[in-house]
């Protein structure tokens, strides 16, 4: 059976394979200077993932097969070798896990907001798990940016969160709604 799919979704695609591209190379080279095992071991997984996700969309776009492709596709890994040439990045570890959680907050929010204009099927769900993926690594490096103390998020003062707490109570007349 052969699918063609809508326009909109070959765009969005065709937009999003370009952008791979040029991850996929910064990716290569994060994963060649950075010197912390575990950002290497999220910027490997991060690589495949998408890597993966080059190939997912190129089934989808191939008319013969796109039918078939489904979210368990996104689960076919292929091994992958790193070309470490002689890199001149001058980056920590600490700039590298910020830059590569911003491109799977990106990644993520760009498969979502694509995932919600496309109609096929199959290509929408693969688009929300590809994002679910990315926010999955965001969330790794977030992690590791907190153990390593790379970035300093203050909480809220507890007086600031119960005036919060009582400014909304109040605009919605909430009283009891936690003894439902």
């Keep these: 059976m052969v699918l ?14 370009t952008a791979h591209k040029e991850i996929l190379t910064k990716l290569n080279n994060y994963y060649c200077i950075a010197q912390e095992p575990e950002l290497k071991k999220i910027i490997h997984d991060q690589f495949i993932i998408m890597q993966n996700h080059v190939i997912v969309m190129l089934m989808l776009i191939d008319p013969e097969i796109n039918a078939s492709i489904t979210v368990a596709d996104l ?8 070309n470490c040439n002689e890199s001149r990045l001058l980056l920590k570890d600490k700039d590298i896990a910020l830059e590569g959680k911003n491109t799977a907050k990106s990644m993520s929010e760009d498969n979502y907001m694509s995932a919600l204009r496309m109609e096929t099927p199959n290509i929408r769900h693969i688009h929300i798990h590809m994002a679910l993926q990315q926010a999955t690594l965001q969330e790794r490096y977030s992690n590791l940016i907190k153990r390593k103390k790379w970035i300093d998020m203050p909480n809220a003062t507890l007086s600031e969160q119960k005036r919060i707490l009582s400014h909304f109570k109040a605009m919605y007349q909430l009283t009891n709604y936690a003894q439902r």
Excluded at 7 to 16: C, D, N, P
């Design 75 to 82: 689960q076919k890994y292929q091994p992958v070798e790193f």
């Design 4 to 17: 063609i799919i809508k326009s909109i979704e070959l765009g969005l695609m065709a937009e999003h394979l």
